[in-house]
């Protein structure tokens, strides 16, 4: 299963770094994604990793403040968000697929497992 930590309720121009743990199996064939939930609106893809080579893909609204990284001795996934914006608040999730060739970002419903969502508050 999947472990999302991290969020919290920060004031805009903050920081937070979001995580994603596995349990019962390690990240080594898969890619990783981060999702995120606006009220009312459809899961979104954020940033996904594949772990072989980590290799990385960012939606635009995020590149240069968004980063995500892997600790492959910790089996985790990071997201580290800088620079944040109270429109960036939603409900995170992440997600993972057993490719190297993960799905469009845009593609939520092609993730085979997730984690539960942790909620990413951004007052302005």
């Known amino acids: 299963q999947l472990q999302a930590c991290g969020g919290g309720l920060v004031q805009a121009g903050g920081s937070l770094r979001l995580s994603c743990a596995a349990s019962?199996?390690?990240?080594?064939?898969?890619?990783i994604g981060w999702f995120r939930q606006h009220p009312g609106k459809e899961r979104e893809g954020v940033a996904c990793i594949t772990r072989s080579d980590g290799s990385t893909i960012y939606e635009d609204s995020v590149k240069g403040r968004f980063t995500i990284s892997s600790d492959n001795a910790k089996n985790t996934v990071y997201l580290q968000m800088m620079s944040l914006k109270p429109e960036v608040t939603a409900v995170y999730y992440c997600?993972?697929?057993?490719?190297?060739?993960?799905?469009?970002?845009?593609?939520?419903?092609?993730?085979?497992?997730w984690g539960q969502g942790t909620l990413v508050t951004v007052s302005s």
């Open positions: 019962g199996f390690t990240f080594d064939d898969y890619s």
């Open positions: 997600a993972v697929v057993r490719s190297e060739r993960p799905p469009d970002l845009g593609s939520y419903w092609l993730w085979g497992l």
